[in-house]
Every structure is written in C-alpha cells, then in structure tokens.
C-alpha cells in the first residue's frame, strides 16, 4: 500500500475526513499513544515489570529480614539462589521485555492495519519515522501526479456521466416519463426531473427512499412486493397502473417497466426503469388526452371512461342473460310437467278403453250363444217370411187370374146387358110401329111385347149375374184374407212368439252395448276437452321463447354497440384533434332506450348505482 | 266462425296463439310484420278481432293499429296489443292510436279467451 493510499485511507480523498469520523479519531489518538509510548521505548507494561522485577530485589531482602527461620531459610535460598541466578534472572527480565515489546507490536499491527497501514513500513523510532516520511513524501509526489491525471479522467469520465444523465433527462422530458435508477436495497439513487413536472417532487428529493414507498400500484397482478421480489430474482417487469405517489393530487396513471441492472461478471449491481405516464401532458397531445378521456375517463373523475362502464355493461349483462336463464328454465318446467300431466292423462284413457275392451270381451262370451241363437231366428224369420210371401204371391196370382175371369164375366154381363137394352128399345119400336100399322100390326105388337118382357127377363138375369159376381169376387177375397189367416196360424203364431223373445233378448243386449257405448262416447268427449285444455296450455308456454329472444337481442344490441365503440377508439387512436371532435363518451345508458321489460330496466339501474324512476305497476291486463 | 287476426313478428309466438285459438274455435289468419299485416287489410281482410305485437322492425304495432283505425271496415273492429312492454307511457300511445286493449306477455289461455269473449260480441 503507497503512503497515498495510506494517506487517503486516513484524511479521505479530499483532504476532507469522510466515512466514521469517530472511528478514525479513536483509531488516531490510539496510534498517537502507541508512537508516543514506543517513542520512549517503554510502555506501561514495561514500567509494570520493572517495578515489580526492582521491587523484588529490593523488598525480598526486607521480607526475610521480618519473617522466621522459614522465611530466613527462604531469604537464604533466595539470597543463594537470587545470586547464584542474577544472570539468568535478567536474563528473564530482558524476555519479559521482549515479549511486552512483541506484544505491543503485534497490538500496534492490529491498529495499523485498522488504519490500514503497513507496520514494517512504520517506525517506532522517531528518526526513522523522519526519514521515512521524506521518502513517502517523495513517493507521494510521483503518486500525486498519477493521481492527478486520474482525476483528470475521472472529471471526464464524471462530464461524460453528466451529458448522459443530460442524455436522459432530455429523453425524459421529450417523452413525458420519468427515467429512474435504484441500488439493491431498492434505495433510489437518481430521479428524472420529469418526476417534478408530472409528480410535483422537488428535484432529488426522491433520492435515498425506497422505491415500494415511492410507487402507487393499482394492479393486482403488481402489488409493490412482486415488483422487488421479481426484480431480484434478475426479471424484469412491466406494470400496469402503476406510478409514482403525487406529491399532491390523484395519481396520474401510469405504466411501469423496470429490470435488473447487471456489471460484466452479470450480478445485479441495482435496478432501472421507467414510469411511462398514459397522458403525455409535457408534449401537450391534446389528441391523445382527449382519446385517453374517452378509455379512461376524465383526470381525477370517479365516474366515466370506457373501461370502467364496460366493466359495468358486462355485470348488466351477466345478470339480464341470468334472469333469462332462469325464467326459460322456469317455463321449460313448466311444459314438462304438462307433457307429463298429458302424459298421464291420455295413460288413464288407455286404460280405460282397456276394461272397456275386456269388459266388451267378457260380454262376448257370454253372448255369443245367445248371438248365435239370434242370428238362427233372424235366419228362421227370413225363410218364414220368404216362405210367406211366396205363398202369397201364388195365392194372390190365383186370385187374380180368378178376377181376371170374373172381369172377363163382367165384359159378358155387360155385353148382354147391352143386348138387352137393344132388344128393348126394339122392342119398344116395334110397339110403335106395330100400333102405327093397325090390325096387321096387333101382332106384332104382342111380339114386341114378349120381346120386351124377354129383355127385361135378360135384364134381370144379367143383373143378377153381375150380383153374383160380385159376391163371388167378396168371397174370394174373404176367402183370401181367411187363408193368410188360417193357413199355418197355429205354427206361425208359436214361431212368431219365440222369435219375438228372441228379439226381445237381442234388443236387451244391444242396448246394454248401446248404453256401454254411450258411457265410453261421453267419456272421451270429456278426455278430448280436457286434452284440448292441456294442449292449449302447452302451446301458450311457447310464449317465453319470444320473451327470452327479446331480451337475448337487447344483450346482443349491447354487445355490438361496445364492440362498435372499440373499434371507433382504435381507429380514433393516434388521430388528430379535429378527428376526436363529436365522439361521444362510451354511454351504457343509451340502452335503457331498447328495453322492454321492468326487470331489465331494474338491472340496468341496481348496477349503474343510479336511482330508478319509480314505474307504476300496471295490470297485465287492460282493456281502454 | 269468428275470425282473428294475429300479427308478430315471432314465428313462435304466432303459432303459439294459433294453437290456442284454432282449439277453441275461432279462425286464424297471420301476418309476420306490420307491413304485411296492413297490406292483408287493405286488400280485403276483415277480422272480427285484431291482436298485435308492438315491438317489430319497421311498422310497430301502433303504427298498424293507427292506419287499420282509417280503413272503413274496421273503424269500431276490436284491436288488441299483446306485447312485452310494460310501460305505461306506451299504453296511453297505444290507447291514443285506437287500440281496445292492452294485454302483457305471456297470457294464460283462460284470460285470453276470457278477454275476446269480451271484446267479439257473440264470440
């Protein structure tokens, strides 16, 4: 080590004490102490054992003399002894100085190399002292002029340092963030002065706090410890408003990018970063505030911007698709359990046309004797009748051939008649001629008068002819009729009275079918109306699916409209002033307008936080 | 048979009140739109009931009762909003524009027969 080095490790690099003061004040006083006790060449210690060695030749003597025989056997051995050993005596005297001399040494070479100073190079003898202190005076001179030259560098080296921190305290201002720089201990070792322009700190009064006490991170993924911690662990990071605390006002928010700095052997030697402000207030982009307004909302305001409202469309929605869910499941329910009611109800018809059919079934048994003996007398009955009528035809064909003949004797009757009236009339002319004529005509006259008698005679008989006939032809009818009646009467009227409890048997049996008919007909007239009922109201659940739709195509109307937004921001982004002009802030308000329902509208409040206006309950029916 | 007439724009909902008023024995007719609904009255329909939807793209249900109010046929026909919306700003639009009635979706189908009985006479 050069006496530079020894002297700056001493007085500082200044000239200026630097570092513990105190310690190097102890540490001075000390050595001034050692030096002035080596200077005289004996220390406490030295004078300790001196005394004690001189006090030993001088008081043993004096001790023997006052003590008993043990004591004078003692002086006399110690006299003996003490003579006899004077050389080896001081000879242990003159160790014990050297080992107090090595020891003082060996304590002196402790607080050198405390003051950082070579002990071989340092005398304990004032002359020496001197005449090293003119050859470190003059190996200080040559190490002066090296130094100076260091300085030299070190001043451009620091000017270099200087135009780089001007370096960035310019990219700093141009770009509105705050450049910064921290050791391990996360203590700040350099501030930009943009942190004064955005932030309101003086200039390097953030310099020696820790940066987790100079942040403000309103990012869950990048609380303050996660910064630190990821940062020594050799990560970067990058953050999400996150910024530094204001010296007064709201935070401006900010993003964060910070990363391990590193010297060559790539151990973390501090950290750096940058806290990018999102409104670029020093370059005074009104465009860019103005677009920030819009995503973010006014500066300090609680309320408005995009994201926050977006945030709140997406709670809106998430209960309004919710309430859908939940009425949809509802009226699905309720459809399923009227399938299930018609289900059972058209189950119960089932059945009963099952026991109608076994009832019909067990009927059939029984009845199909009786049915059989039925069909026989209906057969029995036919081939009666059939038998009758043919008999009756036979008969009246007889019968009609008979008035066929008695009409014939009519025609004859008739003609007779006629005979006779002709006669008469002759007869009648002949009377008057005969009496025109005279005595010759007397005669003839009474010929006419037989002839006349004789017509009358005919007259008569055909008269009684036709009587005759006639009762001829009543008889044949009598007899006729009697015919139909007396011809197998006795048989017939045994036949007829079986057939007729046969029918009889029939007519009971149909009519308890008819009547088991009847039952099943009203029945089913009952289940139809009761089916028509339920179908009815199954088709009347439909109506939820036009109620869900309606409420599904609000949400989609919001969807689109934020998605429409978002794209106008991005292509807004980056514009100039004159482009932002107009746009209206992001307004999830505007949407109460399409809706249609009191519930929707009570959603849409509860998550705004804004007061509803009270809607009158109104009946679900009304007519004007 | 008396004849209804049933205008929405929702295929659903038309069938629905198809079904039920087919089942109790009225005659349906249908339109899917104002538009068309209004064309089917001009040209010759005359129901012995209307019953409307109100919320539908382009002509809404006041609309169409407001323009089916001029025709001459159907100047004192009942005419019936069946609709979602619960506002009362909108039934006193309605009632304004000559609707009879308002009925609010969904409506059970013994209050909706209850209600034409009301409104057809001898229905």
């Not at chain 1, 005398?123 to 020496?128: D, F, G, H, Q, V």
């Not at chain 1, 459809?335 to 009611?341: A, V």
């Not at chain 1, 009697?482 to 029918?503: H, P, V, Y």
């Amino acid at each position: 080590m050069t006496l530079r080095s020894r002297s700056i490790a001493i007085h500082g690099e200044s000239g200026v004490d630097h570092g513990d003061q105190k310690e190097r004040q102890r540490l001075l006083a000390q050595r001034k102490a050692m030096v002035e006790a080596n200077k005289a060449g004996f220390g406490r210690a030295e004078w300790i054992i001196s005394a004690l060695f001189l006090g030993a030749l001088l008081l043993f003597p004096v001790l023997g003399w006052r003590l008993d025989s043990t004591l004078n056997l003692l002086s006399q051995w110690l006299d003996g002894w003490y003579l006899g050993n004077l050389p080896l005596l001081l000879a242990l005297a003159g160790v014990a100085l050297l080992g107090t001399q090595i020891f003082r040494r060996r304590k002196l070479s402790a607080l050198l190399d405390a003051l950082h100073l070579d002990d071989m190079d340092f005398c304990l003898r004032e002359s020496c002292f001197i005449k090293y202190y003119k050859e470190l005076k003059q190996e200080y001179k040559e190490l002066d002029e090296k130094f100076k030259q260091l300085q030299d560098e070190t001043r451009k080296l620091f000017k270099q340092i200087v135009n780089a921190e001007q370096h960035i305290e310019h990219m700093a201002s141009v770009s509105g963030a705050i450049f910064w720089e921290a050791d391990t201990a996360f203590k700040v070792r350099f501030v930009s002065k943009t942190a004064t322009s955005l932030f309101g700190h003086a200039h390097n009064s953030l310099t020696g706090h820790s940066i987790t006490d100079i942040l403000t991170s309103m990012d869950d993924q990048c609380p303050k410890e996660e910064i630190t911690a990821q940062l020594m662990r050799g990560e970067p990071i990058s953050c999400f408003a996150t910024s530094l605390v204001p010296k007064t006002g709201a935070p401006v928010r900010s993003v964060l990018d910070a990363a391990p700095l590193r010297d060559d052997q790539g151990t973390i030697i501090g950290i750096s970063g940058v806290i990018t402000p999102l409104t670029r207030r020093l370059s005074g982009n009104a465009s860019f505030e103005h677009w920030s307004e819009l995503v973010l909302g006014k500066e300090g305001a609680k309320e408005g911007g995009f994201f926050r409202d977006s945030a709140i469309l997406d709670r809106i929605l998430t209960e309004q698709t919710r309430k859908v869910s939940q009425e949809t499941e509802g009226a699905a329910y309720q459809i399923s359990g009227q399938i299930q009611e018609l289900d059972k109800h058209v189950s119960d018809m089932m059945q009963l046309l099952t026991e109608a059919t076994n009832w019909t079934q067990s009927q059939g048994g029984a009845s199909m004797s009786v049915a059989k003996q039925d069909r026989e007398a209906i057969g029995n009955l036919q081939n009666f009748v059939q038998g009758l009528r043919h008999q009756k035809e036979q008969e009246t064909e007889r019968a009609r051939q008979v008035i066929d003949q008695i009409e014939g004797l009519y025609r004859l009757v008739e003609i007779v008649r006629g005979i006779s009236e002709q006669t008469n009339v002759l007869a009648l002319n002949a009377g008057i001629i005969a009496s025109r004529t005279g005595e010759n005509g007397k005669q003839f006259l009474v010929v006419a008068s037989e002839v006349r008698k004789l017509s009358g005679q005919v007259k008569d008989a055909a008269d009684r002819i036709d009587n005759g006939i006639a009762e001829s032809v009543a008889n044949i009818q009598s007899l006729f009729t009697d015919n139909t009646g007396s011809l197998a009467a006795e048989k017939e009227e045994a036949f007829l009275q079986r057939t007729a409890q046969q029918m009889t048997e029939m007519g009971k049996n149909y009519s308890k079918l008819l009547d088991f008919n009847d039952e099943i007909l009203r029945k089913i007239v009952d289940w139809n109306a009761t089916l028509s009922n339920k179908v009815m109201n199954m088709l009347s659940g439909l109506q939820f699916q036009d109620i869900a739709r309606q409420q599904i195509e609000q949400v989609n109307r919001a969807l689109s409209y934020r998605q429409e937004y978002v794209t106008k921001l991005q292509s807004l982004y980056g514009q100039k002033e004159e482009a932002m002009r107009g746009v209206e802030p992001f307004n999830i308000d505007i949407l109460t307008k399409g809706y249609v329902m009191a519930g929707q509208r009570t959603i849409h409040y509860e998550q705004t936080g804004r007061q509803q206006k009270r809607e009158e309950a109104a009946p679900q029916i009304q007519l004007f | 048979m008396k004849v209804i007439f049933i205008v929405d724009d929702s295929g659903t909902m038309l069938m629905s009140l198809e079904g039920v008023l087919s089942k109790a024995g009225f005659q349906v007719e249908k339109a899917d739109s104002g538009e068309a609904a209004l064309t089917k009255l001009k040209t010759g329909l005359v129901p012995d009931l209307m019953i409307t939807d109100y919320n539908m793209p382009g002509m809404n249900g006041v609309d169409l009762i407001r323009e089916a109010r001029k025709l001459p046929a159907l100047k004192f026909k009942p005419m019936l909003m069946l609709t979602t919306e619960s506002q009362l700003e909108r039934r006193e639009e309605a009632k304004a524009a000559g609707a009879t009635g308002w009925l609010v979706k969904p409506v059970q189908p013994p209050e909706l027969l209850g209600v034409i009985k009301r409104v057809i006479p001898g229905a």
